[in-house]
């Protein structure tokens, strides 16, 4: 037994040793990756000499897992962000699915024709979450004030009530944040709740930071000041804050369940060459991209809010996220997203 103890003994030390061995190989690799991806963020700053610019790339691979966050320059990991749309959208088209509203039915139960909104009863949810409904977008039609604050009602009589449609219904696309915020009134008149109460109730314990901007978040230092349209102004469509890990958090939650499969069931207007696919895939409150940092088929959404820009998507599993505190083009930050990921992976 005396020699056999003295092999399991060295067996045992040569285990030990080379799972040492491993354990710092992986932790260098990984220290060299992060670091990159650091210098990478201050390379994009470099050509910036604004004081107030910044910048985050976040990964996150589980729905339990540690969000791996990288910043640079005036932003910083635990700040509130404003989400916009990515984060908005996409949740708002989850609990459509998750309440149970019937995607084909008509809009006039909640606006009717009779109170100026136009073809009502030939829009459908469908319509409304694909951007196919022909109503126009809002917010170029409301002031950039950020004493104006605007409500959703507000916005919504402003670009539907008493006006004619883009197109009709199904038949184009065009990127409308009224259709979004149509949703949510919807969504508190079939639920009784206020969309606030939703966020909370459904996504709470995912993303604690999750909630309705209210102009007092803690926000970057390099967001500008004033803010140069008022905070309401995003409405359900976009006027949300909290954190980078929660926004990957919540994301990664909804991309798990089972009405994502519908909601990234791609749509083409009807009337399209079909010799002529688009890049851009389109789905319920989401978008994909048919070729998106290396990948096939990436679940990918961009948004824009001005002063800041942000970009949420989904590829081999992980969620990565990148925020702007500052005013990018969106081209320049979206290669540097799908540069990231793949120095990431």
């Known amino acids: 037994m005396g020699p056999r103890k003295s092999q399991i003994g060295k067996m045992a030390l040569r285990s030990l040793v080379a799972c040492t061995l491993l354990s710092t190989c992986i932790s260098v690799a990984g220290t060299t990756k992060s670091d990159s991806i650091s210098a990478e963020l201050h390379r994009f700053l470099h050509a910036d000499s604004s004081k107030s610019c910044g910048i985050l790339f976040a990964r996150l ?6 969000p791996q966050v990288w ?13 916009g749309c990515p984060t908005a959208k996409p949740l708002l088209a989850y609990l459509t699915l998750k309440e149970g509203i019937v995607l084909d039915v008509t809009i006039d139960h909640w606006f009717p024709e009779g109170n100026g909104f136009t073809n009502s009863h030939a829009i459908t949810i469908r319509n409304l979450l694909s951007n196919m409904s022909g109503i126009r ?12 604050a605007i409500t959703p009602e507000n916005s919504i009589d402003r670009a539907y009530r008493n006006q004619a449609l883009l197109f009709a219904p199904g038949a184009g696309f065009e990127y409308s944040n009224t259709n979004f915020n149509m949703i949510g009134l919807i969504l508190e008149s079939r639920t009784g709740k206020t969309v606030s ?44 804050i909290g954190s ?73 599993g992980s969620v990565f996220y990148i925020a702007s505190a500052h005013v990018v083009a969106p081209a320049d930050l979206s290669n540097l997203f799908q540069r990231l990921i793949g120095m990431s992976l």
């Not at 691979?61 to 540690?66: E, L, Q, R, V, W």
């Open 71 to 83: 910043t640079a320059g005036a932003i910083d990991k635990e700040s509130d962000l404003r989400l």
């Open 197 to 240: 109460q939703l966020f909370q109730e459904t996504f709470r314990s995912y993303a604690p930071s999750l909630r309705l901007d209210d102009g007092k978040g803690n926000y970057p230092v390099g967001y500008a000041k004033p803010w140069p349209y008022h905070w309401s102004s995003p409405g359900f469509a976009g006027a949300f």
């Open 244 to 316: 980078a890990a929660d926004a990957m958090r919540v994301f990664y939650f909804v991309s798990s369940e089972t009405e994502f499969k519908k909601m990234t069931t791609w749509l083409t207007p009807s009337g399209s060459d079909p010799n002529s696919p688009s890049n851009n895939l389109i789905g319920l409150g989401i978008f994909g991209n048919r070729s998106f940092a290396g990948c096939e088929q990436v679940v990918v959404y961009e948004g824009n809010m001005g002063p800041c820009q942000m970009i949420i998507a989904k590829v081999l």
């Open 137 to 148: 977008d809002y917010v170029p039609l409301v002031p950039m004030d950020p004493d104006s």
């Open 61 to 66: 691979d589980g729905i339990d897992s540690a």
